[in-house]
């Protein structure tokens, strides 16, 4: 449900390649058929990380397409999904609770032992992120009773209706949620809606690591967000890197982006900072409702009174010593997009992505570190201009609130283009 139709292994293992990510998780491992078809074709390589063989072949996979021939790495899988714990709290008379997380296991045995058990709490051949009627703190307690080396992640934790932070049906702290099981949360992953400064703020978090997953319901988003772990090519050597925080960086979208970034109304054309909002008691200028609260205004609410700052170097945002740094970009079709005032799903995005993703390797290359040269070879200055504005941060912010997504784009593209 809700994915791309030609979203298979293939698929991701080809835009893996494309995009330059190494890792990607394999997803949905508890819905039946997709279950089948990755003891098809996901060989463990004995590292508890899995690659990709041929259809009725046992070949090694070799990914074909635009990025193939320069690619420097062998793209693996993680067994991973993501599930959407449904329940009221305190049980039957409480407060409803809709909260998603990310599980990850070692090996396909723990796979169908996790199946067995997650079997009674709801459908699982009706979506491949199977909504399960039981508690986060239940669900944790069966996850780690059928091996502790699984890892659970809460995803997009401030979502107002999905996030273990959400405001509508999420909590306060992690520990109110998992209870006993709190510990064993290393980290959260932000979603699109914030970046760690963000999230640097929160108490509880100090010792969690802050991850980034791409969150791809299609192959054109596998790696719009990601994290570049320190860590040894293994299951285990994951889980101790998320365990430890051991991140060389994360990438993330410009949070502004999101829509529900700030407060507002929509309809009344009212769009408020989480300062502004309070100082109109919280309510409309123009209707007198209560506001539609963005991620902003939740994030300072369970954020300690001191905000962390950051400065960007040679297109890196640091924070706290204690704290990883992280880059902010802009999809790369969307910027040759705007560049060239044409629609992202056209042939000439397509092709133009294409030759940066030949020329540079891949397309987090192009937008991260490749000379500008090679990309005003390829893509024109144009889309060279583009990309370094986006990788200095010299962007044009317009942000998203009550539903309306914001709009990010480089001070270089000349209006007329981009009204195209
Ligand atoms: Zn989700
Ligand atoms: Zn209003």
């Known amino acids: 449900m809700a994915t791309s139709r030609a979203l298979d292994l293939d698929t991701l293992a080809a835009a893996a390649v494309r995009k330059g990510v190494r890792l990607l998780s394999a997803a949905d491992f508890t819905h039946p058929e997709w279950r089948r078809e990755l003891g098809d074709r996901l060989i463990d390589d004995g590292s508890g990380l899995f690659r990709l063989v041929p259809e009725s072949r046992g070949e090694s996979h070799e990914p074909t397409g635009p990025g193939a021939g320069t ?22 008379t409480g407060r409803g609770r809709r909260v998603h997380l990310l599980l990850f296991a070692p090996d396909i045995k723990t796979v169908d032992a996790l199946i067995a058990r997650f079997d009674p709490f709801g459908a699982l051949g009706s979506d491949g992120r199977p909504l399960l009627k039981v508690s986060v703190r239940d669900l944790a307690d069966i996850v780690f009773d059928v091996d502790e ?14 996030g273990v932070y959400g405001s509508k049906s999420g909590f306060d702290s992690l520990e109110e949620a998992f209870r006993d099981h709190a510990d064993r949360i290393h980290a959260i992953e932000t979603g699109l809606s914030s970046d760690p400064a963000m999230n640097w703020g929160v108490p509880e978090l100090a010792n969690r690591a802050i991850v980034s997953f791409s969150d791809a319901h299609s192959a054109a988003n596998v790696g719009r967000e990601a994290t570049v772990f320190e860590m040894e090519p293994t ?14 960086e994360t990438i993330e979208f410009f949070p502004e982006q999101g829509k529900y970034h700030l407060d507002g109304h929509r309809a009344c054309g009212v769009r408020l900072t989480p300062a502004e909002s309070a100082a109109n008691g919280r309510r409309c200028p123009v209707c007198n409702r209560p506001l539609t609260f963005g991620v902003l205004n939740r994030i300072e609410f369970l954020s300690s009174a001191t905000q962390s700052w950051s400065t960007t170097d040679g297109g890196l945002v640091r924070g706290p010593a204690s704290r990883p740094p992280y880059r902010r970009l802009v999809p790369l079709r969307d910027l040759v997009s705007a560049c060239l005032g044409v629609g ?22 192009a937008l991260i570190d490749s000379p ?49």
């Not at 299951?235 to 060389?248: H, K, P, Q, R």
């Not at 992202?344 to 290359?365: F, M, Q």
Request: hydrophobic share 45%; aromatic share 8%; charged share 25%.
């Open 71 to 92: 690619a420097r790495f062998a793209t693996r899988f993680v067994l991973g999904t993501e599930l959407s714990c449904v329940w009221r709290d305190p049980p039957i």
């Open 235 to 248: 299951y285990d050597g994951l889980v101790a890197a998320v365990a430890t925080e051991s991140i060389a």
């Open 372 to 420: 500008v040269e090679a990309i005003e070879e390829v893509a024109g200055d144009a889309v060279a201009a583009a990309i370094l504005a986006v990788r200095y941060g010299e962007v044009k912010i317009d942000p998203g609130y009550d539903g309306l997504y914001g709009k990010v784009a480089p001070l270089t593209i000349p209006s007329a283009k981009t009204a195209k």
């Open 344 to 365: 992202v799903g056209t042939k000439t995005v397509a092709r133009v992505v294409a030759d940066l993703v030949e020329r540079c390797g891949s397309e987090l290359d």
């Open 149 to 162: 080396r699984c890892e659970i992640i809460p995803a997009h934790v401030w979502t107002p209706w999905f």
